[in-house]
């Protein structure tokens, strides 16, 4: 292992924030923060034996942050009944306080943003919130990232529209907060505001900061964004489906070229999903190793 790992806090309010570090023995100058996305946390970017993205790009000379947000993985309180997280705090205090932070650890006046899933609609929605910040964001890297759920199927009503959205929302209303772990729907329960708050860019047309209503796609538009690649797989059916990715980069102003599609047909070892995008054994030399000559070329 060419990296050392250690944990890190970011103190916000009450509560406190954990931050993964794994830094490289021979650093290359870029630093790297991850995002996850909803009912997950910043495992979905390592593993206990070292295994994933986050590794991965610090073997390669990245010093390299992955974010638990307020409420998961290792950060403190846990999401519970009470918890009042909520997801555009997250975009206004909390995403740019971890790129401030990485930064003052890193004396870095750059960083690239790396995300999974909804935390590419968070790192999107936090350059239109903060446009001060664009000049310190190097790249964009996104895998399954989308806003809107168009696709439509059989699957797409059970487990969106009828368990998602449906149980989601009874579970946010009256418990407080959504128990992903233990209704089997993903590795960490979500603050009901935040639900309630994503499952409202999922519905919506238009991609709206509901707290002032300000339109954060055509922001977007109107903004010169960082260089940018989002890949998902062939086999992301539903959550990262290859036409909601490319419908938010339409209404981000991204140009379709920085797409790929992750498949055998097109050249990769393996047809992926949603959550083996990052997690498969394969991922280190396929397009984990594209991935990196793209940020080695941008940022």
Not at 133 to 143: D, G, M
Not at 249 to 260: C, M, Q, T, V, Y
Not at 264 to 286: C, F, M, Q, V
Request: glycine fraction near 8%.
């Amino acid at each position: 292992m060419n990296y050392q790992y250690r944990k890190a806090t970011l103190t916000l309010q009450a509560d406190q924030v954990a931050i993964h570090c794994f830094e490289p023995e021979l650093p290359n100058g870029k630093t790297v923060l991850l995002l996850h996305g909803s009912i997950e946390n910043a495992r979905i970017f390592f593993s206990r034996s070292g295994k994933g993205l986050a590794p991965f790009l610090a073997s390669a000379g990245y010093t390299v942050f992955a974010a638990d947000l307020r409420g998961k993985g290792g950060s403190v309180p846990a999401v519970h009944k009470g918890n009042k997280a909520d997801q555009y705090d997250t975009i206004e205090n909390e995403i740019p306080a971890l790129i401030r932070r990485v930064m003052e650890e890193t004396g870095h006046t750059k960083v690239i943003l790396g995300a999974h899933s909804w935390g590419g609609v968070l790192a999107l929605a936090t350059l239109a919130r903060k446009p001060e910040l664009l000049p310190h964001i190097s790249a964009l890297l996104c895998f399954g990232s989308k806003r809107r759920i168009g696709v439509f199927s059989l699957r797409r009503l059970w487990i969106i529209d009828i368990i998602w959205s449906g149980l989601g929302t009874f579970c946010a209303l009256f418990l407080g907060y959504l128990p992903a772990r233990k209704l089997k729907m993903g590795s960490d329960d979500e603050p009901g505001p935040f639900f309630l708050q994503i499952n409202r860019w999922v519905y919506a047309r238009r991609w709206k900061f509901y707290p002032d209503g300000s339109d954060i796609a055509l922001t977007l538009r109107n903004m010169q964004l960082p260089p940018s690649l989002f890949l998902t797989g062939v086999n992301d059916k539903l959550l990262g489906h290859a036409s909601d990715v490319k419908r938010l980069l339409k209404e981000s102003g991204i140009p379709e070229e920085n797409f790929r599609l992750l498949s055998r047909r097109n050249g990769n070892l393996e047809d992926y999903d949603h959550i083996n995008i990052l997690t498969h054994p394969s991922a280190y030399k396929d397009h984990f190793i594209f991935a990196e000559e793209f940020l080695k070329s941008q940022a």
